[in-house]
């Protein structure tokens, strides 16, 4: 709402439905569809007990988490996906957060810090 710079009205209506719930929209139409249905993998992840408490109320990852304790939590998702999305999840959190596993993770983490570095050294 803090973005909004202006707004005009017009005579455009809407009808809401009677079973419409904001809280089922947004996730099933806002998450990746999983491709390989069925196809998941382990995520584990390690850290201090805020930054875990962040990541597992994300917007994104709080749907697949499927264990957690104080310094550790564990999800359950698509391994592409994972790839994809987590690197860039996690990064931000620096070394308030570990991977554990899996370690195909660990490597595309490592991957795209390499990356990173390298374009700031051009």
Not at 17 to 46: C, H, K, Q, R
Not at 58 to 64: A, P, R, V
Request: charged fraction near 25%; hydrophobic fraction near 40%; charge should be negative.
């Amino acid at each position: 709402m803090d973005r909004i710079e202006s707004l005009i009205l017009t005579d455009e209506t809407f009808e809401q439905l009677e079973d419409f719930s904001i809280d089922s929209y947004f996730p099933g139409n806002l998450l990746p569809i999983m491709e390989n249905e069925g196809a998941t993998t382990t995520l584990v992840i390690n850290g201090d007990a805020r930054t875990l408490d962040e990541i597992c109320h994300h917007w994104f990852l709080g749907h697949y988490l499927k264990e957690r304790t104080f310094n550790h939590a564990e999800f359950q998702l698509e391994e592409d996906m994972m790839h994809k999305y987590i690197p860039q999840i996690l990064l931000p959190y620096g070394r308030g957060v570990q991977v554990v596993e899996p370690l195909s993770l660990k490597e595309e983490i490592i991957k795209n810090l390499s990356d990173l570095i390298e374009f700031h050294q051009k």
